[in-house]
Nanobody
Framework: QVQLVESGGGLVQAGGSLRLSCAAS????????MDWYRQAPGKQRELVAQ??????TTYHDSVKGRFTISRDTPRTLYLQMNNLKPEDTAVYYC?????????WGQGTQVTASS
């Protein structure tokens, strides 16, 4: 099993920045990809950014040029969010796809006020 714990959410004004962290524990060597998803009230959960073990990254069109996903060790995932917009307000979830299934963190609230 893999456990994921997010941190770093909060309230910022539009145009501000936040950095989310996700700490993985357990069978981390079974992880293939790690991602950040978000879910706004009344909306479906959507993929924000993804990074593979090889370092390849993909982003949702709405965050390209503003968000950066990185992973400095097999245990730690980051999401640097710059120039935040009110439409980025959501609960952000860390997700890991492993050889034995996928796992989710508990989520962290990000709110960008206008």
């Amino acid at each position: 099993q893999v456990q994921l714990v997010e941190s770093g959410g909060g309230l910022v004004q539009a145009g501000g920045s936040l950095r989310l962290s996700c700490a993985a524990s357990g069978n981390i060597f079974s992880i293939n990809t790690m991602d950040w998803y978000r879910q706004a009230p009344g909306k479906q959960r959507e993929l924000v950014a993804q990074i593979s073990n090889g370092g390849s990254t993909t982003y949702h069109d709405s965050v390209k040029g503003r968000f950066t996903i990185s992973r400095d060790t097999p245990r730690t995932l980051y999401l640097q969010m710059n120039n935040l917009k009110p439409e980025d307000t959501a609960v952000y979830y860390c997700h890991a796809l492993t050889t034995r299934g996928d796992y989710w963190g508990q989520g962290t609230q990000v709110t960008a006020s206008s």
